[in-house]
């Protein structure tokens, strides 16, 4: 991305020489900026200065006017690869001949001082770092570090501003002779790279066992350590390996002992745990591999990608064991981001090793990722068999991106973390400083001021004490780093979200403005698409849970949305949600709500009736009749996990979401073949009234509950019921434009992380003639929520 200069006013023309300052914002810093605009200077044969300052890059140019307005485009166009330049400033100043710069170009040491410029998010390693750790004759051969001006770690180890060695988790390791030259050098690729290091002065990695374990070799540095990490993986073991930003567990994902103790011990239920494989070839054996997913795998950002996985017979796969994602219709994939990743899959001559390793969060369930040493001995013992980790301390901590491709070959963030944080979002309407609390599930936070909004990385459930200090050092390091000082703060209306309290706390004197959940969700889509806010479009919000204008569980939403309000034109017909959490961890008892409700019997020949035992089901009826512990709701989370046990598919849920995700899996083996779907009855609560439509999903239920008792498969049921809820999605919308005009539909919520789903959706509502918005590069569920707080609390501060 580049940005075009600003021009000052003119120069005399004619005047033998000038001198113009430059003032460079945007992604700037650590990212080899200044090495570039000092070789640019230096080949037109300018002299003057460049320095760094908490503003961006700060250039001073003199020499000829047609050679100082080639470097001014030169600036604007041919910034380094991981640069991203929002805006050139430039103004003309008295030349001063020689100068105290004396005749050439130099590099100035960075000033503080008030302004804001951008560090860029972390990078894989790039293909010359790569080559010179393979290569025997290079001295940072197998250098587990390596790294240059063009990749490596960048958010991760910054402290403050500017972006310099000083200022990072790396002021701690001075350079070596050798690597002091080549920072200097400002035609080496490594100049002013603050992460660069080497064998003799960098980081080193260790090798610690876990106490009483002796399947564990002796404690262990280097080379060594490398070695003995790689043994124990192909033992079986469970070894936690730091990376960048944050513990990982690791293990052979092809020895189902290995996984199985993992998950075992880090109580994961069935949730899909994330593997790493050495490149895209290996890749395409574990799920389907196209140019999208290819491209989206090989990024900087080095996501985990969720592939889709083969069909049996459909190709010779790797044999991943059973408990790497059971129940899942994709597998994700991620390759490897660091020189240490690289070297435990092994390079030319080293002893073979596991092929597919499982790479999951280093924590326990439920609690943030552990990224201080210290801390990963105590909270991952009982977890790992070994620790292989390094002295360079963790400034930031910082989960792993997830990101699906699309049909169309575009991409979706599912989750904004390492690669993404802490890129700016271009904003569609400037924003006075503000600060969005985000949600209590999945949570991210975000500031924003200008045009511009940045996320942290991915926080969580905020369920603990130890999320909530998470939430906290994000904040501090959010304002350290862009320079936001909140005016406003926004967060959810629900009355007992921890996020919401934590901002309370925080607010003070400032506003505190609370922002419906559902119409946070559209609003961030729009904002995501661009959209200014002046035209309202209909929002389908379909997710879990949120906090509904009459105190129910909202999440089967259709709205007429704008920055500044929405209507609720529809919405899915409430049911009683029995037990609150307890109902979510137990589908079949949603489904026994829902079937009650549609006025549908018991049938112990149901698969939900049968997986619910006699005692339970007693107790629910009496429940269900008298309304005790009971709250409405409209989730269309809570109707795929009803449907999900009703089919037989998922009774009781170890993880959010999986009752859902196994109902997609189900549905997509069965979805060509499975023909037209069931029909929602869509309705007003007051016949020929004007209130809010009412989906009503008791003839879904029927026709489901039909088909089962006559023997349709379970997958055919599911992939019925997927195009039901696509059905309803273009009928409501359809009536929605007759009524309002509105022709655009934005798409937003958890339930829209349903590949099938978001796909059928797109593709009758195009069809149908509607503009549709879907989410890109900020996630459709709550970890893209606080986006959309922001704008919504923005127009709420508007008389």
């Known amino acids: 991305m580049t940005a075009t200069v600003e021009d000052p006013p003119g120069p005399d023309d004619g005047a033998e020489r000038v001198r113009r300052r430059l003032t460079v914002r945007g992604t700037v810093q650590g990212v080899g900026f200044r090495p570039f605009v000092h070789a640019l200077a230096s080949r037109l044969g300018l002299s003057g200065h460049v320095l760094n300052n908490t503003g961006g890059v700060v250039a001073e140019v003199e020499g000829e006017p047609a050679t100082v ?57 790039c293909d010359d770092c790569l080559r010179e750790l393979a290569d025997p004759a290079d001295r940072r051969h197998r250098h587990p570090f390596v790294t240059c001006t063009h990749c490596g770690p960048r958010f991760t180890i910054a402290t403050a ?51 009483g374990t002796t399947a564990a070799p002796a404690a262990a540095t280097g080379e060594e350590a490398l070695a003995g990490a790689r043994r124990l993986l192909e033992k079986g073991a469970v070894v936690a390996v730091k990376g960048i930003g944050g513990y990982h567990l690791a293990c052979d994902a092809t020895n189902p002992a290995a996984v199985a103790a993992l998950r075992g011990r880090k109580a994961r239920g069935a949730k899909p745990l994330a593997v790493m494989c050495p490149d895209t070839r290996s890749a ?223 607010a003070g004197v400032r506003p505190l403005r609370r922002v419906q959940h559902h119409h946070a969700h559209i609003a961030s889509a729009m904002a995501g698409n661009g959209l200014d806010g002046r035209t309202p479009v209909i929002g389908v919000a379909f997710d879990g849970t949120g906090y509904g204008d009459d105190g129910a569980v909202w999440g089967g939403e259709v709205l007429l949305a704008g920055y500044g309000g929405y ?70 989370g809570r109707l795929f996990d009803a449907v999900s046990s009703l089919a037989g598919v998922c009774h009781r849920t170890g993880y959010e979401g999986q009752a859902a995700v196994e109902l997609e899996a189900a549905a997509a083996t069965a979805w060509r073949e499975s023909g037209p779907g069931y029909a929602f009855a869509l309705r007003r609560p007051v016949p020929g009234g004007t209130g809010a439509m009412v989906l009503d999903p008791a003839p879904v239920l029927r026709e489901a509950a039909r088909d089962l008792r006559s023997g349709t498969p379970a997958p055919v049921v599911a992939a ?58 900020v996630p459709p569920g709550d970890g893209g929520l606080a986006l959309g707080q922001l704008l919504v609390a923005a127009r709420a501060g508007v008389s």
């Open 69 to 125: 307005e080639a470097f001014c485009r030169g600036l604007a166009q041919q910034a380094p690869p991981l640069a991203v330049v929002s805006s050139v400033a430039a103004e003309d100043i008295p030349a001063m001949g020689t100068g105290p710069d004396g005749p050439g170009f130099v590099i100035r040491p960075s000033e503080r001082g008030g302004g804001r410029t951008l560090i860029p998010p972390d990078t894989a390693t």
């Open 161 to 211: 501003l500017p972006y310099d060695r000083a200022t990072t988790t790396m002021a701690v390791f001075p350079l070596c002779p050798v690597c002091a030259r080549e920072y200097d050098d400002p035609a080496d690729r490594r100049f002013h790279a603050q992460p660069v290091a080497c064998h003799d002065c960098g980081p080193r990695l260790r090798l610690t066992p876990a106490r």
């Open 567 to 636: 209507r609720r034109l529809a919405h899915l017909a409430y049911v009683p949600l029995p037990g609150g959490d307890a109902g979510v961890g137990n589908p079949c008892r949603m489904a026994l709500s829902h079937l009650r409700s549609a006025g549908i019997p018991w049938d112990p020949g149901l698969p939900c009736a049968a997986a619910c035992p006699p005692d339970e089901r007693r107790v629910l009826e009496r429940q269900l009749k008298r309304s005790l512990a009971c709250v409405p709701t409209s989730s269309m």
């Open 284 to 506: 395409a054996r574990l799920g389907r591999v196209g140019p999208a997913e290819h491209r989206a795998l090989a990024a900087r950002p080095r996501p985990i990608v969720l592939l889709r996985r083969h069909t049996p017979g459909e190709r010779e796969d790797v044999p991943l064991a059973d408990g790497v994602c059971p129940g899942s219709p994709d597998v994700g994939v991620l390759l490897p981001y660091t020189p240490l990743h690289r070297l435990l899959f092994g390079l030319r001559g080293d002893p073979p090793g596991p092929e597919v390793l499982v790479m999951t969060s280093g924590n326990r369930s439920g609690e943030p990722i552990v990224t201080d040493d210290r801390e990963a001995l105590t909270r991952l013992a009982g977890l790992a068999d070994a620790w292989l980790w390094h002295d360079r301390p963790i400034a930031a901590p910082c989960d792993d991106s997830v990101v699906r491709v699309r049909a169309d070959g575009s991409e979706v963030v599912l989750r904004r973390s390492r690669g993404y944080v802490p890129a700016p979002v271009e904003l569609p309407v400037p924003l006075e400083p503000s600060l969005a609390a985000g949600a209590d599930l999945k949570n991210a936070i975000c500031v924003a001021e200008g045009r511009s909004a940045w996320f942290s990385p991915h926080i969580g459930d905020l369920d603990d004490l130890a999320a909530l200090r998470a939430l906290d050092g994000a904040e501090e390091r959010l304002r350290a780093l862009t320079g936001v000082v909140p005016r406003v703060l926004a967060a959810d209306r629900h009355p007992g979200y921890r996020s919401a309290r934590w901002a309370r706390d925080r």
């Open 720 to 777: 019925r019921f997927h195009r039901a809820v696509a059905g309803a999605v273009e009928e409501v919308c359809r009536r929605a434009r007759r009524d309002t005009k509105a022709a655009t539909v934005a798409l937003s919520g958890g339930v829209f992380a349903n590949a099938l789903l978001d796909e059928e959706c797109q593709r009758r509502l195009r069809a149908a003639g509607f503009t549709v918005l879907r989410h890109h590069g």
